[in-house]
């Protein structure tokens, strides 16, 4: 089971920072940990994954040079951050295990507002 | 990074089936056999249906089916239940460079 957390709003131009609790098994598995967004009134979007090994990282041209994704193996949790934010980048963050072409395990995502 | 093209609502009796179409490009849906297609009710995590065009998780019920011709795949639901409510949506490894493209996403009613 994944659970996001982190702040609902965060300000125009700032950084917005969201965790995922993986809980029922290790983050350690040969897994890619995900992060896919739905924007109001849109499809849903892949942002960013990792490998559980964090030797490879894939991201989505379109967000390539704001975002990150980190794996912290002793709380079982990972990461994604995103710079320069808009409200573009309003929208429901889920967080899911990537089995390389798929998603087998998503969170039930974490509303993000943008604004001031 | 172009979205794969769904209809944007399906419905049927409870019983009936009804197919959900998912519309690429060679360089996704037509160049590799990894569509993948998703339930999601709003407010709840989204559900794996189908991977690899046509196999199924384990626990979930026979009555869906995917499948894949040229550019476009298809989801089909049979046996239509009220609890088939929901948001679908496909997705398609898109290569190296685009990774995974979403579908527009199709609400099925429940007549």
């Known amino acids: 089971e994944l659970q996001e957390s982190g702040p609902a709003v965060v300000e125009p131009s700032g950084t917005l920072s969201l965790t995922c609790s993986v809980s029922g098994g290790s983050i350690s598995g040969p897994s890619w940990w995900s992060w896919l967004r739905q924007s109001p009134g849109k499809g849903l979007e892949w942002i960013a994954d990792v490998y559980h090994d964090e030797t490879t990282r894939n991201y989505n041209p379109s967000h390539k040079s704001r975002v990150n994704v980190v794996i912290e193996k002793s709380t079982n949790q990972f990461f994604l951050r995103l710079t320069s934010v808009t409200a573009a980048d309003t929208a429901v963050y889920h967080c899911?295990?990537?089995?390389?072409?798929?998603?087998?395990?998503w969170g039930q995502g974490a509303l993000v507002t943008v604004s001031s | 990074q172009s979205a794969l093209t769904q209809p944007p609502s399906a419905s049927g009796s409870p019983g009936q089936s009804v197919t959900i179409s998912c519309a690429g490009t060679s360089s996704d849906v037509g160049g590799y056999n990894y569509v993948s297609w998703y339930r999601h009710v709003p407010g709840k995590a989204p559900q794996l249906l189908i991977y690899?065009?046509?196999k199924r998780p384990s626990g979930v019920p026979d009555r869906f089916s995917g499948s894949k011709s040229g550019n476009t795949a298809s989801l089909t639901v049979s046996g239509l239940q009220t609890d088939d409510e929901a948001y679908y949506y496909c997705s398609s490894y898109g290569g190296r460079y685009n990774f995974y493209v979403f579908g527009t996403g199709t609400q099925i009613t429940v007549l």
């Open positions: 690899e065009v046509n």
């Open positions: 899911a295990r990537g089995r390389a072409t798929y998603f087998d395990v």
